[in-house]
């Protein structure tokens, strides 16, 4: 989650109450409040901070922080960390943590229209605080709870005194209305179902959330990776299209090392509002993309086919054939068959046949037996045709069993399919002498 500027600072935080629908709900952000004070007295008294972070802010938190800590397991000692470590970065993104009215009135009226378009019992809290750079936010039954130090910086906010590179490019982008984006697209979580059970699962999941939270802000969402995957419409398409039935969120979820990060919240905004568009009563549309079953694949294949996101009118069946037959599967080995009981000691290498070419990092492991019967020393790699690989064994002793693994962590074909098995097996025995 990346945010911007907060350009107006109120002197001090104010509860907020409004009412969603016909619920009576609270915005509540006197943690922040209380922070700054503590804060400040610690800088000037920095041999009793412990005294003070307790007294000014720990002993006054409210309940949406005490679950944030418990549920982030952070506590007194983080916080003392952060403070003395981040001094520059604290005082960059201060200003940006006090909340104005104006940003109050426009979540509060995206939550009343959120309640028109979804009516529910809700009585969930939305809480703001400060926490110690561990998360964003979160969710505990029906209330929110957001740490405005992770989502309220811009790229003016200092990071130079940040180890960790992922930190340092956290606040890489912004927009204008990140936080009642933010704030409306992590409540919106708190109606879905827990769990995913794929990238497809994730994207649908987190992207809908950002197509409903621009529905009830009457505001178009914006973000990097809506600006990028628009622009690159058909190839991210193609590179999503591979890899939707993976459980590797790593190539389209909260990676911040790669040059175009949360590619699947693009894919998931687009899906659920092609969805949308294409149903005849947008209130039950609304429901079936907030209330989707994460876990269940035949759902999310429906929804996804009902979208017709890749714009081929198949079916569940048919989309989930077509993505089985482009994976890569293994064919043979061309010097033994796998599972032999008397391959030759003298076996210097073993070519494993794929049924299609293939990405050059072929990802091989130990078998529950391990290293002493581990056959390999080398891999060397595949043909010109790709779909060949070679590797070195290793000196072979006689009447010994040898197993490894082709995994599918980063086995994949040429054109981006994962591998279709997820541990598969290669043994043999060596021959009696």
């Known amino acids: 989650m990346k945010t911007q500027f907060i350009k107006r600072i109120l002197p001090t935080l104010t509860v907020f109450a409004f009412c969603n629908y016909s619920n009576a709900q609270k915005i509540i952000s006197t943690d922040i409040h209380n922070f700054w004070t503590a804060y400040d007295s610690i800088q000037k008294n920095k041999n009793h901070k412990s005294e003070i972070l307790e007294d000014l802010f720990l002993s006054k938190k409210t309940a949406g922080l005490k679950a944030f800590m418990e ?24 200003p940006n943590t006090f909340i104005d009215d104006k940003k109050i009135k426009t979540i509060n009226n995206a939550f009343r229209k959120l309640g028109k378009l979804y009516p529910n019992n809700s009585k969930g809290n939305i809480y703001y605080t400060i926490g110690t750079l561990k998360s ?7 209330d929110l709870l957001l740490g405005v130090e992770k989502i309220t910086g811009n790229p003016n906010t200092v990071v130079s005194e940040f180890e960790n590179e992922n930190q340092r490019k956290m606040f890489q982008f912004t927009n204008s209305s990140q936080l009642e984006q933010v704030t ?5 979580h708190t109606f879905q179902k827990d769990g995913e059970i794929n990238v497809l699962s994730k994207a649908i999941k987190e992207g809908s959330c950002d197509f409903i939270a621009e529905l009830a802000l009457n505001k178009k969402f914006t973000a990097h990776y809506l600006d990028y995957g628009f622009k690159n419409y058909e190839k991210v398409k193609s590179d999503f299209k591979s890899e939707m039935f993976s459980k590797k969120i790593e190539n389209w979820f909260y990676n911040g090392n790669a040059k175009n990060p949360d590619l699947g919240y693009f894919v998931g905004y ?7 568009e294409k149903s005849s009563d947008k209130k039950a549309a609304i429901k079936d993309i907030i209330e989707l079953n994460f876990n269940s694949e035949a759902d999310v294949l429906q929804f996804l086919a009902k979208s017709d996101y890749f714009e081929d009118q198949k079916n569940t069946a048919q989309i989930l054939s077509d993505y089985k037959e482009h994976q890569p599967q293994f064919v043979k080995i ?28 072929v990802s091989i492991n130990f078998s529950k037996n391990g290293k002493d019967h581990f056959p390999l020393k080398n891999i060397v790699g595949l043909d010109e045709s790709k779909t060949i690989l070679t590797v070195e064994t290793t000196d072979l002793q006689n009447d010994t069993e040898y197993d490894f693994y082709i995994t599918d962590r980063t086995t994949k074909s040429e054109d981006g399919y994962p591998f279709d098995t997820g541990e598969y097996k290669i043994s ?6």
């Open 334 to 361: 061309i010097e033994f068959e796998n599972g032999s009981q008397d391959v030759n000691t003298g076996t210097k290498k073993i070519q494993i046949v794929f049924s299609k070419p293939m990405n050059e990092k």
């Open 428 to 433: 043999f025995k060596t021959e009696k002498k």
């Open 71 to 94: 549920i982030k397991k952070f506590g007194k000692e983080d916080y003392l960390n952060v403070i003395e470590k981040y001094p520059n970065f604290w005082n960059s993104i201060r």
């Open 270 to 276: 687009v899906i659920s509002k092609k969805y949308y």
């Open 184 to 188: 409306v697209h992590e409540f919106i």
């Open 136 to 142: 964003g936010g979160t969710t505990n039954h029906e």
